[in-house]
């Protein structure tokens, strides 16, 4: 019938086209669910919030309470003697002691090591002043050596004009050698008489009376020791011919007169018996020889050498 055509059929595959006022009510109840929802939704979140604010003050106040307990605590434990901080605390305080210690030592070792070295350089720099020194006062002695020899050749030539050797006496146009106790080693005759060929002269010849008191007042000026008769004995040089029996000069003259002898000599036994003659002064000027043994004696000796003359 026309009045009641039926609804044409939708074709497959092809979109089907909803009902609006289907649908306008369906979004319009489940808005009104929503707002239902979301109504009695409100209540929980607040409470939810006021729960956590709680539970944040709770804990933030066990968290003081805490750190408080924590601080007492720990304030306490480190004020126990028996206490492992303690113990900690001590050993810092050692470690701190130590290291000073151990630092002060290496500064200690670090001075005395310079200290050392100074001391090293100052002994090198006195071993060389000090020999600097040896070598001037060396230097100083042959100087002082130098100038008495100087000195002594002076008097020497003051005294005899030049005509004697150093060391010699000009009297009466001879020059004498009278051996020093002091420097010359005592000898037999002999070695005498050899010292005096090697100066350039001989052994003490006494040719006259005025040369025996010439040389006995000159040996009294200047000896004045007469307590022991080797410092004060002089080999001269006179000796017995063995062959002829009589005494001889060196020059191979006899004696003029009977000589000056002492008493009791030339003596053939006692410790003044020999061969060899020698002169020693006495009170008597003309009694001042004797006789010892050439070898075996000891003494001083005088040399005696022609002087130069005066022009030359």
Known sequence: MEGTQSQPKPRVGAPVKPNISENFHTDRHSRSLKIQRAGALVPHHRVTLLL????????????????????????????????????????????????????????????????????IQLRLQLNQETKISDTLWRQVDELHKEKDALITEKNDIEQNCGRCPSGWILLNSTCYYFSLPETDTYKNWPDSRADCIGGGGDLLVIDNLQEQILISEYISQTRSDFSMLRINAYWMGLQKNQSQGTWMWINNSTMVDSGYWRDQQPSINGPQSGDCAAFSNFIDMRKTWFSGNCQECLYNWVCEMVAKPLNV
């Open 52 to 119: 956590l604010g709680l539970l944040n003050a709770v804990l933030l106040i066990t968290a003081i309470v805490l750190i408080i307990l924590c601080a007492g605590a720990n304030e306490d434990y480190l004020l126990t003697p028996d206490s492992v901080a303690s113990t900690l605390l001590i050993e810092r305080s050692y470690l701190r002691n130590h290291s000073k210690s151990l630092k002060a030592e290496q500064d200690a070792e670090a001075s005395f090591a310079k200290e050392k070295e100074v001391n």
